[in-house]
């Protein structure tokens, strides 16, 4: 049986409504993945993420290798039982450190020779340490090792990473997993639309259960983001999940659902959250701002989240102005809502026929926080 099926299509675009099926339940899809890289989706609990319709969060390789280490995760029973939940997770696969900690490592054919960002210590991270890493963590979806090439790059050095990249998945492909974890690949090529379909063609032939558009998000203009899609997406079967890491704002989660893609992971709604933004349509307002500091209305009175319906600007300001913690696990829980809220409604303006109205919605706000 496919891991992934098709429920509904999207006549105008390329956009669908699917379900991907995982050992530990459906996952209904255009999907947002909250991001937990150490083992937690930052500041809230498993319970919050439950009562705001996550259905899945990520984990990072590289980081839970290092802290608290695989002896200790599997020694709780994996990471599952370590950190008290029950749904998927999906394990990157330390791919993205060799590009974000590249003054701290040394790439070789094999793997990568890096020196922990923590105390310095030498340790080396390849396709067959990292597949031995998410075995060992039991997460149920499984990243191939691959490298995020930075952006920008020549054309030759995108080749050279892809040709690299088609290596090291090779050898994620070889390695054992456990029964029922699933193994996506990565499709790699920076900004040049023949390489992001050489790519997909090479890492599609490898035959994973999903498919991964990796090496955006790292600084390219939002145009160029948008072409890799356009020039990888196609080439990935219809009958596997497509992947965009690392993406995005609401309006490029619209555009890429339009380009057919499945699944969305970004750290925005957590990271601008602790830092008082909020999200509201297609932008953001800065709570900590002067002007709030006697505004009693929610944050967004369309909002049902907990902070909405129970807080105002005025009083999360003065939380964050005495340092006090609920502010930042307020904004976050908006942040979180919004995201995989969005996501809902993209399901079901696609189940309904509606989703050239969503997306055209989606512009209009984006034209109108642009002027």
């Not at 310095?120 to 031995?132: H, I, N, Q, T």
């Not at 079967?237 to 890429?256: A, K």
Request: charged letters at 25%; aromatic letters at 8%; one cysteine or more.
């Amino acid at each position: 049986m496919s891991i992934f099926t098709c429920l509904a299509r999207d006549p105008a675009s390329a956009a669908r409504r699917g379900v991907i099926h995982t050992r530990r339940g459906d996952i209904q899809t255009p999907v947002f993945m909250p991001v937990g890289t150490r083992g937690s989706v930052k500041a809230v609990s498993p319970r919050e993420l439950d009562e705001l319709g996550a259905q899945i969060i990520l984990g990072n390789t590289y980081h839970l290798f290092l802290r608290p280490g695989c002896g200790i995760i599997e020694a709780a029973g994996g990471l599952h039982r370590f950190i008290s939940y029950d749904k998927p997770i999906l394990t990157d696969s330390g791919g993205f450190q060799v590009f974000s900690l590249a003054k701290l490592r040394k790439v070789t054919p094999d793997g990568v020779k890096f020196a922990s960002h923590i105390d310095g210590s030498r340790f080396f991270l390849g396709p067959k340490e990292s597949m031995a890493i998410q075995r060992s963590l039991d997460s149920d979806i499984v990243m191939a090792f691959d490298e995020c090439t930075p952006y920008p790059s020549t054309e030759i050095e995108a080749l050279k990473s892809l040709e690299l990249t088609t290596r090291w998945e090779t050898m994620s492909r070889e390695q054992p997993l456990n029964d029922g974890q699933l193994r996506f690949g990565i499709v790699q090529g920076s900004t040049f639309p023949e390489l992001r379909r050489r790519s997909a063609r090479e890492i599609t032939a490898l035959d994973f259960d999903g498919y991964a558009i990796g090496g955006v998000s790292v600084g390219e203009p939002e145009p160029e983001m948008f072409k890799a899609v356009e020039a990888a997406a196609p080439g990935l079967p219809e009958d596997r999940p497509r992947y965009l890491m690392g993406v995005g704002t609401p309006r490029q989660i619209v555009e890429s659902v339009a380009r057919g893609v499945d699944m969305f992971d970004c750290v925005m709604p957590t990271r601008l959250g602790r830092h008082g933004a909020a999200f509201i349509g297609n932008t953001t307002i800065n709570v900590t701002a002067g002007k709030y500091a006697r505004d009693f209305t929610p944050v967004d009175p369309e909002c049902s989240c907990y902070c909405c319906r129970n807080f105002t600007k005025a009083y999360i300001r003065h939380l964050f102005n005495v340092g006090e913690i609920l502010g930042i696990r307020l904004l976050t829980l908006h942040n979180l809502h919004f995201f995989l809220n969005l996501a809902a409604q993209i399901r079901h303006a696609i189940e309904e026929g509606r989703f050239s109205e969503l997306r055209a919605r989606y512009s209009e706000d984006f034209a109108k926080s642009a002027n």
